[in-house]
């Protein structure tokens, strides 16, 4: 069983930075892929971006790439997404995501968080 806190969210002005955070619980954390998702007031669920369970290989949606980093600390249990040059379209409920053990990339999700509102004001 894994459980996923995720933190950091905030009010920021458009061109500014946060840095989220996600808690993992339990000991097969450093084994799973972990994903950051996103979602808009009246939009669907979408990926932002995944890490594996090494930390060396990511993967970014293509509205985020170059602004957006995800890394892990598998010492801490934590992944975490810096967020720069942030706009109004970034503006969401972000979660945390767990994919299965030793799979990459993910494509099925085990665990999730309760996510953490970022908003973007212009």
């Known amino acids: 069983q894994v459980q996923l806190v995720e933190s950091g969210g905030g009010l920021v002005q458009a061109g500014g930075s946060l840095r989220l955070s996600c808690a993992a619980s339990g000991r097969t954390f450093s084994s799973r892929t972990m994903n950051w998702f996103r979602q808009a007031p009246g939009k669907e669920r979408e990926f932002v971006a995944a890490?594996?369970?090494?930390?060396?290989?990511?993967n970014y949606a293509a509205s985020v790439k170059g602004r957006f980093t995800i890394s892990r600390d598998n010492a801490k249990n934590t992944v975490y997404l810096q967020m720069r040059r942030l706009n109004a379209d970034d503006t969401a409920v972000y979660y945390c995501?767990?994919?299965?053990?030793?799979?990459?990339?993910?494509?099925?999700?085990?665990?999730w968080g309760q996510g953490t509102q970022v908003t973007v004001s212009s």
């Open positions: 890490i594996s369970w090494s930390g060396i290989s990511t």
């Open positions: 995501a767990a994919g299965p053990e030793a799979t990459w990339p993910a494509r099925e999700y085990d665990y």
